[in-house]
């Protein structure tokens, strides 16, 4: 598979604005896909909050059917993390909770000076983890564009809430992919531009992971029983939902996007694409 690397130059100009705004903030909710909470951490997305409280929001739980243990691992490291589908209003609670947990001690200070004030979060996180569906759910209302597609956010948005001012930011990448795996399951979940994917080394690639990790989800999904080989496998896949070209042939195209697509829709169940290792060694 060729090496992803994706660097708009939009987000140099993000990562500025950011820098520039962190002063303003309190603190930071980095937002991560509970599926990859390892390979969609930017470190320099914390650098930028250096010394300030963090709450990492390891969204799109109910995809993932590792989420609590990796936020017991980042809890366990002294971090501060909550697993949720930012999509469900019923979130809201536990999501508003954890971020007075962060600022409890500068809260409780203001209060016992009979004051309330107003804290201020940056919501940071590489594209497509819902940073924007996580500041709608916060405030009860769609108040940004949200999307399934990498790149949505562009510019910078002050959110008002009860009690917060969130500041929702475009989705940055770091600068260049040292770790090609954490890069490869990124563009699984669609936090990489498709436009510059191959698809049919993607889909092979995923193929290969699930048959790794959830054979049954494949048996289960497309009729897969024998996992030796990618290109056996996507015959397989293109049987079963019958991506047939006439003449017989079969669509590779089609069944590659489909593969790919499978995963992102949580078609394919829940599913964890890092370790609990690989989330352990990460400093979050």
């Not at 510059?196 to 990790?213: G, H, R, W, Y």
């Not at 089609?254 to 370790?275: E, F, M, N």
Request: aromatic share 8%; with cysteine; proline share 3%.
């Amino acid at each position: 598979m060729k090496i992803i690397q994706w660097f708009p130059g939009h987000m140099t100009k993000a990562m500025r604005m950011m820098q520039e705004n962190a002063a303003l903030c309190d603190g930071a909710i980095i937002v991560l896909d509970a599926r990859c909470p390892a390979s969609s951490f930017n470190a320099k997305l914390k650098k930028v909050f250096a010394g300030k409280p963090v709450l990492y929001v390891l969204n799109k739980a109910d995809l993932s059917d590792r989420a609590e243990a990796f936020v017991r691992i980042i809890k366990s490291a002294g971090g501060s993390a909550v697993a949720l589908n930012a999509t469900v209003s019923g979130c809201r609670r536990t999501l508003m909770q954890a971020c007075e947990d962060i600022v409890r001690e500068k809260l409780e200070r203001a209060r016992s000076k009979g004051y309330e004030r107003t804290f201020r979060f940056m919501v940071l996180g590489v594209p497509n983890t819902g940073k924007s569906t996580v500041i709608n759910l916060l405030s009860g209302a769609k108040r940004t564009v949200t999307g399934n597609k990498a790149g949505v956010t562009r510019g910078k948005q002050w959110i008002r809430l009860e009690g917060f001012e969130l500041l929702d930011t475009p989705g940055t990448m770091p600068p260049a992919f040292e770790n090609q795996t954490f890069a490869r399951r990124l563009a699984y979940v669609g936090s990489i531009n498709d436009d510059i994917l191959d698809f049919d080394d993607l889909a092979l690639a995923l193929l290969a992971d699930m048959a790794e990790k959830y054979p049954e989800r494949l048996e289960e999904r497309y009729g897969i029983n024998d996992f030796s080989s990618g290109i056996d496998m996507l015959n397989a896949v293109c049987t079963r939902r019958g991506f047939v070209l006439r003449g017989g042939d079969y669509d590779y195209d089609r069944a590659c996007r489909a593969v790919v697509d499978d995963l992102r829709k949580g078609r394919l169940g829940r599913i964890a694409l890092d370790s609990e290792d690989e989330v352990a060694a990460t400093a979050f």
